[in-house]
């Protein structure tokens, strides 16, 4: 692939990165790196080897996985805070990518360090400025 082709890729691929939490669609995807729907998708796939659906499910989960280690939160909250909208889809996708329910995993890997309500607190945009 071109050198400018992957930076459009790695521009949407940032992106995703930076906003994994926010409503998604591969349309604004392909906008953030100047292409079409269709061009976007079969050139991520070609150079990450998963379609942008599939990378930004993968991302959210990895994500929740550190909030379920770190943060007192119930699974809901994880679910809501990754960026999911709907706590069946978030445990089945979970359990595929990572063998085990958010709560065995939660289970597994010990208390959180992190009161739930302190993540809130610190990750809550601020008022003042």
Not at 16 to 24: R, S
Not at 73 to 96: D, I, Q
Request: charged share 20%; with cysteine.
């Amino acid at each position: 692939m071109a050198p400018p082709a992957v930076a459009h890729l790695r521009r949407a691929k940032d992106w995703m990165d930076a906003h994994y939490a926010e409503p998604l669609d591969v349309a604004r995807l392909a906008a953030v790196a100047g292409w079409s729907r269709s061009h976007f998708i079969r050139c991520f796939a070609a150079a990450y080897g998963e379609t942008p659906k599939a990378y930004l499910t993968r991302r959210r989960i990895e994500r929740a996985q550190d909030l379920l280690r770190s943060a007192n939160l119930t699974v809901t909250e994880v679910c809501v805070a990754v960026g999911f909208t709907s706590l069946g889809t978030f445990s089945r996708r979970f359990t595929e990518l990572t063998g085990r329910t958010p709560t065995q995993y939660r289970a597994e890997h010990g208390p959180p360090a992190i009161p739930g309500c302190y993540l809130m607190m610190w990750t809550k945009p601020s008022t003042f400025g």
